[in-house]
């Protein structure tokens, strides 16, 4: 069973005293966060590359299973043409070269604004990437969820092109009104988009963005467990990344999703007690 499940950051202010150690700073962070996830979704590379530095830290930091599944940067998939921008995708990967043994998948999340007529540029871009690495695609364009012939054109690409069909789960966060100011954020930034479920490539990956309030989340991701544990059977490793809608509470919804799957997490770090010379 090859199960990957993360998280969308290592750090967050709220995690030292239950997913992290106190007292550690913040670039230690992914020490504790790797000894209980063994991936991660790498969002700041959407913003910007990481610089060398930080790469090998990361990898020095990380045990040999961990998986780093990062983003393509914003000016490949929201700047341009897609077809333009094959250069600076293959150059991005080569950056990555100190992470080379553990890049997880690659992720190209597209604008809503990209839809069927990227589709072209879509093939020329995958088709130019270096077959030793895993890809995604997420797409947001309505188009791509009306199981039209634009959605059939976009899945007979990706199970040519043997790239995985990224699925967003955001249902429990538009679940109900928004009564949190980070439920308002969440709504206003998460996309809304029909779940269909799909395995486009031997890695699919769900991404589940959940309700702060857990209570909520139950009735969605429940109706995963089969699906997952089927890919799963089929010899298909699984990426599966938690989110929440401040992220506040992602480690322990990632948890309770992993004793669901019979996959149970290590102890949290910071919820261990304090050794006995560390109390005084």
């Known amino acids: 069973m090859s199960l990957y499940l993360g ?15 106190r007292g550690l700073k913040t670039a230690e962070h992914l020490g504790d966060y790797a000894r209980v996830f063994n991936t991660v979704e790498g969002n700041t590379s959407f913003y910007g590359v990481p610089d060398h530095h930080s790469l ?29 921008n094959i250069r600076a995708a293959l150059d991005f990967i080569d950056h990555l070269r100190p992470l080379h043994p553990k890049l997880g998948m690659l992720m190209l999340q597209l604008p809503k604004s990209s839809g069927p007529e990227q589709l072209q540029g879509l093939s020329a ?4 990437l270096p077959r030793s690495f895993d890809y995604g695609v997420e797409v947001r364009h309505p188009a791509f969820f009306a199981k039209g012939e634009e959605e059939r054109r976009l899945n007979r690409l990706l199970l040519e092109q043997g790239v995985n069909r990224i699925i967003m789960d955001s249902r429990p966060v538009f679940s109900c009104p928004p009564t949190t100011p980070a439920l308002m954020d969440a709504q206003a930034k998460k996309p809304k988009v029909p779940v269909h479920i799909i395995s486009t490539g031997t890695r699919p990956m769900v991404r589940f963005i959940g309700h702060p309030d857990p209570a909520y989340n139950l009735p969605y991701w429940q109706p995963w467990l089969p699906r997952l544990r089927g890919w799963l059977d089929q010899g298909k490793s699984v990426y599966l990344f938690v989110h929440t809608a401040d992220n ?5 919804l990632a948890a309770e999703l992993a004793a669901a799957l019979g996959a149970p997490l290590p102890a949290f770090p910071g919820a261990a007690p304090a050794p006995q010379g560390e109390l005084f």
Do not use: C, I, N, Y
């Open 125 to 128: 871009l995958l088709g130019a």
């Open 248 to 252: 506040r509470l992602a480690p322990a």
């Open 56 to 84: 090998l830290r990361w990898e020095a930091m990380t045990p040999a299973h961990f998986r780093f599944t990062f983003k393509f940067p914003s000016f490949v998939s929201h700047q341009g043409r897609l077809e333009d």
């Open 7 to 21: 998280l969308s950051q290592w750090s967050h202010p709220d995690w030292p005293g239950s997913l992290l150690r």
